[in-house]
């Protein structure tokens, strides 16, 4: 139990347009859902946490109007990021937070999206 | 703010060898969560090991195992038995109180000698 679906895997697009990535619970429903940005040889940064329902908690530094966040049901969150640029080029990663009793205690992970802005 | 942190960048160890990955916090939380995570070049991370801040007993699963001294706040991570397998990044993190948001290090990369 306890699966987090993420799409695409990798994406390369063209500076300028938006690209959006999407994290499902596939087995669980989450309340919460978290999305990270991680640079090369780097950690994970949290951008933005999102709630079912409401609108989404930026990081401080995160521009909110550049990612976009949309958490509509209890099994699917999405992240947009619009008119992407060469530096917006990293890995990003969603954590779905489900019930402490479910495998991974609380934090399940997507596979992650690799974007390259060209 | 959460402060994880790893002070070991890089560390070698040898197969079927045990290897220590350090890990200290801050914080003024009295209910916490801690939890050891796997990263190989793939990118995915891969869940190890959970610590309960409550939790009187250290955590371990299977060659896993937690070394928490909450005085000290310190939860360094035990691998036992090395494989060749295990050569990834590590990342220790810590979720604030009420179950929030997961703050990670900044990892440290393992290398796993035949």
């Known amino acids: 139990g306890a699966v987090v679906s993420q799409h695409p895997s990798r994406v390369i697009c063209k500076s300028g347009t938006s690209v959006k990535i999407e994290c499902r619970s596939l087995?669980?429903?989450?309340?919460?859902m978290f999305w990270y940005r991680q640079f090369p040889k780097q950690s994970l940064m949290l951008m933005a946490t999102?709630?079912?329902?409401?609108?989404?908690?930026?990081e401080q530094g995160v521009e909110k109007d550049k990612f976009l966040i949309n958490h509509a049901s209890l099994t699917l969150s999405t992240l947009t990021v619009t008119s992407a640029h060469p530096e917006d080029s990293s890995f990003y990663i969603c954590?779905?937070?489900?019930?402490?009793?479910?495998?991974?205690?609380?934090?399940?992970f997507g596979s992650g999206t690799r974007l390259t802005v060209v | 703010a959460q402060k994880i942190t790893q002070t070991q960048p890089g560390m070698f160890v040898q197969e079927k060898e045990a290897v220590t990955l350090d890990c200290t916090y801050d914080t003024s939380d009295q209910s916490y969560g801690l939890f050891w995570y796997k990263q190989p070049s793939s990118g995915e991370m891969i869940f190890l090991i959970y610590q309960g801040s409550y939790d009187e007993q250290n955590a371990t699963e299977g060659r896993y195992s937690l070394n928490f001294q909450k005085a000290r706040k310190s939860a360094n991570l035990v691998i036992s038995a090395s494989q060749l397998g295990d050569s990834a990044m590590y990342f220790c993190a810590k979720d604030s109180g009420g179950y929030q948001k997961v703050t990670f290090g900044i990892g440290t990369k393992l290398q796993v000698i035949p």
């Open positions: 087995d669980f429903q989450a309340t919460t």
């Open positions: 954590s779905a937070r489900g019930d402490r009793s479910l495998a991974n205690y609380g934090y399940t």
């Open positions: 999102s709630n079912e329902g409401s609108k989404a908690t930026y």
